[in-house]
């Protein structure tokens, strides 16, 4: 039988295209990749054109014939992740009057089951079966669910292509049925008006941009649907919601650092919105409603940090604004909630997450306290308003997720459920530590490290950094069965908690965003050094993983010191930022200019950007081994910011390192739907991080050892 033909990496054709912008002429190769129709694409990706879609599929088959050699490795990574998660899992329900709503999968299931008990248990109504919903569509995800207050009706949205489009039903809970008024192009949200006659929804316009909120009459045809409220300027985006009191439905009108909020009766929801405060250019403010008072998190009068004040709902502006939470120094407060008698709010100090529990009469307050070093703490508020009872999620990288109830009177916590690991987890096999990396500009970079207890930290473990630093985000140090593969296989895992996220403060988002943007690059590239200098992991068997905005700074690394690194991973990479950031027409460009800079605009951004901007800074020099993952139905990272990356960098890179580009054809930003058909997506990232690094064995470690 003769031997497969070795396939050569592909070779994407070279069609040179010209822009200039403040004199400055540049030349694209490669922006051919980028489809004309762009926007029928993201609904439709059978219609990408054939030269495009031939590209593609030729990275996906030489991505595919490379990665032969880890089939078996990627299979037992698949098996072994798999057997972590408990199939016949179910969330615990959360009370609303008299039933509970929650979420189920039975073994073998992709996707989730959406059920309704009684109140204390029982009774169990199926509303939703993902599982039969996707038969027959190659991708699936539930957008959203929304339960009557009326309980009779459930307003539920999917989206099967990937591309973020959902598409809203109405379904009557008492014959399982689902009524005629479909709704397409929607965000996926959606909030019921107190009379359960309506419901609200936002539109997508053709750039993919969330600018329209209707009110939709159940019983009645879409095209009657009333437009409420429309965001004009292409620099903001709209938000949808309701207070935790459910007196109010928002509209959150927003870009990266400026926002402006609206209110709907409930009760009156044919009333025209009133506005809160009028959007003034770099305040940021959210809100809850308790008794006729509005509480709202904002960063006004100069409160980095955020402040919480009170307004009266009938008198909103800021001239009415008082303080009641001031800001306090070195701690963020990330969001809040109102209940009838207590304010709760999450905020960070010291790096790590805390719960704040206040009570309204009096003002006294009380921390809910944990003890592990570095953690992942979440705050849900449920459905109901009039209650003591708080719900919130705990785990660090060592202990499993936790879910608890509070009483904030008697500070009674009850533990609800623990993630169950079927195939196994002591955390006393594992250690977890928070690490202090100074950055050459002496700023103190918080590192959360997970390793075994068995590995030895002399230099000759293999490393794994992960990273991203942008819009604020801080990385929790939470738990996460996936990476127990790769520790469990002798890596050091670390997190580096680079500036451009909140890890410590705002002040820490502002100083790696736009011109400030050097300073994620350069703390990652301090953290890998200190951990290969520190003997936490051996110098040359480190792998960078980052995804999204991660991916972007994956890119960074490559052309700042791709010495660095043996390997690098980057999904749906956010690479070619200086010609998205100039291209208005495109979904995320113009809200995201205040967090890159608008090089349309400026000529100062424009350098900025380019300066960074890897696609850009693509030469003639050796690049580690780098794998790509992109996804054509993105609207986030368009496919072709990844395709275009990896055209350019096979054209000029000078060694024989791995350059491999994975592209779902039927899938987007967060790659394959199901929860099992994911993990193949992580099995291959893991297995191309094994294999570069020299570490493929396809048995983990032993747990005896």
Known sequence: ????????????????????????????????????????????????????????????????????????????????MKGRIKEDDSSVPSPDGPYAYGVKF??????????????????????????????????????????????????????????????????????????????????????????????????????HRPSKLFRHEIGTSPKQDVLVHEETDPGFFMGLGETQSRRFITIDCHDHETSEVWLIPSHDPTAEPMIVAPRDNGVEYSLEEAHGTLYILTNADEAEDFKIVTAPVDKPGREAWQDLVPQATDTLILSHIVFTDHLIRLE??????????????????????????????????????????????????????????????????????QQEVPSGHDPADYVTRRIMVTAADNEEIPVSLLYRKSTPLDGSAPGWIYGYGSYGVAIPAGFSTNRLSLVDRGFVYAVAHVRGGKDKGYHWYRSGKREYKQNTFNDFIAVTRYLAEADFVDPGRII??????????MGALANMAPELYRGIVADVPF???????????????????????????????????????????????????????????????????????????????????????????????????????????????????????????????????
């Open 575 to 705: 690479v070619d930022v200086l010609t998205t950031m100039l291209d208005d027409a495109l979904p995320l460009t113009p809200p995201e200019w205040p967090e890159w800079g608008n090089p349309l605009a400026s000529l100062d951004d424009y350098n900025t950007i380019a300066a960074y901007s890897p696609y850009d800074n693509v030469s003639a020099r050796d690049y580690p081994h780098i794998l790509a993952i992109a996804g054509l139905t993105d609207p986030r990272v368009t496919y072709w910011e990844p395709a275009k990356w990896v055209a350019k960098l096979r054209a000029l890179k000078t060694n024989d390192n791995l350059l491999l580009l994975k592209t779902h054809m039927e899938a987007g930003h967060g790659g394959a739907s199901g929860r099992f058909e994911s993990l193949k997506e992580v099995a291959l990232v893991y297995a191309f991080g094994l294999k570069v690094a020299g570490a493929m064995a396809v048995s983990r470690q032993r747990r005896d050892i």
């Open 1 to 80: 039988m003769d031997k497969p033909s070795v396939p050569t990496p592909p070779i994407a054709k070279r069609k040179p295209s010209q822009s200039t912008h403040h004199d400055r002429t540049r030349v694209d190769d490669y922006g051919w990749l980028k489809a004309d129709n762009w926007q029928e694409v993201m609904q439709q990706p059978e219609v990408l054109a054939p030269d495009i879609r031939d590209y593609l599929n030729a990275e996906n088959a030489y991505t595919e014939f490379v990665m032969a050699d880890t089939k078996e490795l990627q299979k037992a990574l698949f098996e072994e």
């Open 106 to 207: 039975v073994t073998g299931a992709q996707h989730p089951m959406m059920i309704r008990t009684d109140r204390g248990g029982g009774n169990e109504t199926l509303m939703l079966d993902g599982n039969k919903e996707a038969e027959g569509k190659d991708y699936f995800q539930f957008a959203g669910t929304s339960h009557s207050p009326d309980h009779r009706l459930l307003a539920w949205s999917h989206d099967d292509k990937g591309s973020e489009y959902a598409t809203l039903k109405i379904r009557d809970l008492e014959t399982g049925l689902d009524l005629e008024e479909e709704i397409i192009n929607t965000t996926g949200g959606s909030v019921w008006s107190a009379d359960s006659r309506y419901v609200f929804y936002v539109l997508l316009d053709d750039n």
């Open 544 to 553: 960078a993983h980052g995804g999204s905005a991660g991916g972007m700074l």
């Open 348 to 417: 960070r100090t010291a790096g790590l997450p805390r719960i704040i529990v206040r009570r309204l009469s009096d003002g006294n307050q009380h921390a809910i306290s944990f003890d592990e070093d570095a953690y992942s703490l979440g705050l849900g508020g449920g459905y109901e308003f009039d209650t003591t009872t708080i719900r919130f999620t705990y785990s660090s990288m060592t202990t499993p997720s936790q879910v608890f109830d509070y009483d904030v009177e008697t500070h009674a916590r009850t533990m609800l459920k």
